[in-house]
């Protein structure tokens, strides 16, 4: 989280939106490092702030992280998807 902060223009903003968003919601603060955490690595990953990803770039990282769980579970996929759907509702 620190590294997105420091080398994505943004990123703490977006942090702050994305816990004030968790708090409302009356979520856990494990839930807001979760989230957090996969959109740091989004946005690392392509060096850009969420919303200035592509459709098609975020489909094909998603679909990395589905193919790449060692778990049915799919945990990172899944905190990275419902980290963005916060994010973005």
Excluded at 13 to 27: G, I, T
Excluded at 46 to 67: C, D, M, T, V, W
């Amino acid at each position: 989280m620190e590294q997105a902060c420091h080398q994505v223009r943004g990123f703490r903003n977006l942090y702050q939106e994305l816990d004030d968003k968790v708090r409302l919601s009356v979520q856990s603060s494990s839930t807001l490092s979760n989230y957090a955490r996969k959109l740091a690595q989004l946005s690392l990953q392509f060096g850009k702030l969420p919303q200035h990803i592509s459709e098609k770039e975020l489909n094909k990282y998603l679909a990395g992280l589905a193919r790449q769980s060692k778990t049915p579970s799919l945990s990172d996929f899944k905190f990275a998807v419902y980290g963005l759907r916060k994010y973005f509702l």
